[in-house]
C-alpha cells in the first residue's frame, strides 16, 4: 500500500473515532460502575482499606460504609456512561477520589501501606478532574 492511501484511511478512521472527551468519560465511568459493583459484590475486599485509626471516624461499620459507596459508585457510574448529569457525577468521582488519595497518602505516609492503590489513583483522580472540567466547558451549558 502507498503512503498517501494509508494516510487517508488513517485519516478517515481518525474522523470516526469517538473524542478524547468521549473516551476519558466512558473509561471514568466504567471504572466508577466496577468499582461499585465490585463493592456490592465483595465488600470484604474493599474494608481492608479502613485502616485502624479511621475506623473510629465512621458513624457506621465499615461494611456498610463500603455498601453505601458501592451503590452510590453505581449510580454515577451509570450517569457518566450515559452522559447524563456528567458534571455531577464527575465531580462527585473527583472529590471522592481526591480525598481517597489524600487518605492513601496519609496510610503510606504513616503505616506504609497501600502504596500500589495510591499510585493508581493519582492518575484515576486526574481523569476524573478532567472530565469535570470539560462538562463544564461552554459547548456543554445548560447540561449540569
Known amino acids: 500500500m502507498r503512503a498517501e ?3 487517508r484511511r488513517a485519516e478517515a478512521l481518525a474522523a470516526r473515532a469517538p473524542s478524547t472527551v468521549a473516551i476519558a468519560r466512558l473509561s471514568l465511568g466504567l471504572m ?3 468499582a461499585g459493583v465490585h463493592k456490592l459484590i465483595d465488600p470484604g475486599a474493599w474494608t481492608v482499606y479502613v485502616v485502624d485509626p479511621l475506623a ?3 458513624v457506621v461499620s465499615p461494611t456498610v460504609f463500603v455498601l453505601a459507596n458501592g451503590y452510590l459508585e453505581v449510580g454515577f457510574g451509570l450517569a457518566l456512561l450515559v452522559d ?3 458534571a455531577i457525577a464527575s465531580l462527585v468521582a473527583a472529590a471522592s477520589l481526591t ?3 489524600c487518605y492513601l497518602a496519609v496510610v ?3 503505616l506504609g501501606a497501600f502504596g ?3 499510585a493508581r489513583d493519582v492518575g484515576l483522580t ?3 478532574w478532567v472530565v469535570f472540567v470539560e462538562s463544564m466547558g461552554p459547548e456543554n451549558e445548560g447540561r449540569f
Request: glycine share 4%.
Open 126 to 128: 486526574g481523569l476524573a
Open 84 to 86: 447524563r448529569y456528567t
Open 32 to 34: 466508577v460502575l466496577a
Open 99 to 101: 480525598a481517597t488519595v
Open 116 to 118: 500500589d492503590v495510591l
Open 108 to 110: 503510606y505516609a504513616t
Open 56 to 58: 473510629p471516624w465512621l
Open 5 to 7: 492511501t494509508l494516510q
